[in-house]
């Protein structure tokens, strides 16, 4: 008997640890992969200056190594996309999170069809 509520304990602590997508997401994150079309050249320089940044107060920041881009998103109901609006052009996009970790942010961009893996800047 004893086991059965020592396991559930533990079960429930572990679920509760979890962190949600609106918490991991708060980081700031470096490109590492993309199917998008560039040459070699191109993608190089993107993985070593392509940053996102999202912040607590629903902005985030896009660009080259000084983040040019800012915008304000917002999550779906399940936490499984992301709707961004950049600030400027009001330009929207919703961008399905295939795979968030601490560590790891993979992305589908549903106006492009491209997806991009990006790894935390910790």
Not at 94 to 99: A, H, P, T
Request: overall charge positive; glycine content about 2%.
């Amino acid at each position: 008997m004893y086991k059965k509520i020592y396991f559930v304990a533990i079960v429930l602590f572990f679920i509760s640890c979890q962190k949600s997508n609106k918490e991991l997401i708060l980081n700031k994150w470096r490109l590492v992969n993309t199917t998008l079309p560039l040459t070699d050249s191109a993608k190089n320089m993107m993985y070593n200056e392509f940053l996102m940044q999202f912040n607590e107060n629903n902005q985030y920041l896009v660009g080259f190594n000084d983040l040019k881009e800012v915008g304000t998103y917002t999550f779906s109901n399940d936490q499984k996309s992301i709707f961004i609006t950049d600030k400027n052009s009001q330009e929207k996009d919703e961008i399905v999170i295939l795979k968030l970790t601490s560590d790891t942010l993979k992305t589908r961009s549903n106006s492009k069809g491209i997806e991009s893996v990006f790894a935390a800047i910790h």
